[in-house]
């Protein structure tokens, strides 16, 4: 099994100071909607958990396009 998303980082090389920031603001952007979905479109957790997988799998393609 592959490591969380947040955990794998693209060889240094090929990141920009401006993707790293980029991608720090994405994640607190998709921390920011998961708890909007839980807390107030009381979203179940199971639907939470599908869109942190989701978005783990999309930032993984991110950093291995870089």
Known sequence: MRP????????PSFVTEDDRVFLERLDEA????????EYVLNHSRATI??????????????????
């Open 4 to 11: 969380p998303a947040e955990t794998l980082e693209a060889a």
């Open 49 to 66: 958990k599908t869109y942190k997988i989701s978005y783990d799998v999309f930032r993984r393609f991110l950093l291995d396009r870089a």
């Open 30 to 37: 998709q921390r920011r909607f998961r708890d909007h979905a």
